[in-house]
């Protein structure tokens, strides 16, 4: 059974900072997600990571994935107010996705 | 085009009544997802249609849950003898296939709160 964590659940920030999330997971995934969630909003898909080694980057997003260590992360860059959000990491399993618990991250001015 | 729908997006209802959920997924996508996220959790998978039929049913509770997809597009998650611990927002996805290497695109989701 594929198990996904995340951490920190937590993150408060200032604006202009960098920070990066991490997302282990606990068996062979065929696949890694990143998802945005807005309060009281669907998800909307981030990334969507293939392979070891894999880089993603979108404006201050940037995704990358080691499946030797189970590990991809999602680290921020110069974090503004706009990037505040929920976000999760989701692994493919052999039908639906399992996510991790998110991180709430605030960003602050 | 249109993403996948879901109606109702609020639904309060009394605790031991029956509930109907309802998905549209994107025209032409085959494989059609329910997952249920509590607040404060990330999304949990309930149940994956493959065209008519349940693929897999694993993450359905129980037995007062249960889904249909009858055409192969609209899928209904059906809830009888409502409890408290039902309250969620309940989210559809759909993709073009069954293959985890097909992005899942979600809908905006039913919020349900048993009182």
């Known amino acids: 059974e594929l198990k996904v964590e995340q951490n920190p659940l937590f993150l408060s920030m200032q604006e202009g900072k960098n920070y990066t999330i991490y997302c282990n997971y606990s068996?062979?995934?065929?696949?890694l997600y990143w998802y945005r969630q807005d309060p009281g909003k669907s998800l909307e898909s981030l990334f969507v990571?293939?392979?070891?080694?894999a880089v993603k980057q979108e404006g201050r997003l940037m995704a990358s994935l080691d499946t030797k260590a189970r590990l991809s992360t999602l680290h921020i860059t110069a974090a503004v107010h706009d990037l505040s959000a929920t976000y999760f990491c989701?692994?493919?399993?052999?039908?639906?996705?399992?996510f991790g618990k998110g991180t709430h991250l605030i960003i602050q001015p | 085009g249109a993403g996948v729908s879901q109606t109702p997006s609020n639904k309060v209802t009394e605790k031991g009544k029956y509930v109907e959920l309802r998905c549209d997924p994107i025209?032409?996508?085959?494989?059609l997802y329910w997952y249920r996220q509590s607040l404060g959790q990330g999304p949990e998978f309930l149940i994956y249609?493959?065209?008519?039929?349940?693929?897999?049913d694993s993450g359905l509770p129980n037995d007062r849950f249960f889904a249909v997809r009858p055409e192969g597009s609209v899928s209904t998650l059906k809830i009888q003898r409502t409890e408290r611990g039902d309250s969620a927002v309940y989210l559809c996805?759909?993709?073009?296939?069954?293959?985890?290497?097909?992005?899942?695109?979600f809908g905006p989701g039913t919020r349900l709160t048993v009182l």
């Open positions: 249609f493959q065209g008519t039929g349940a693929a897999d």
């Open positions: 025209s032409g996508h085959t494989a």
């Open positions: 989701a692994g493919a399993g052999a039908d639906g996705l399992t």
């Open positions: 996805a759909s993709s073009q296939g069954s293959s985890s290497y097909n992005e899942q695109f």
């Open positions: 990571l293939l392979s070891n080694g």
């Open positions: 068996t062979t995934s065929d696949r």
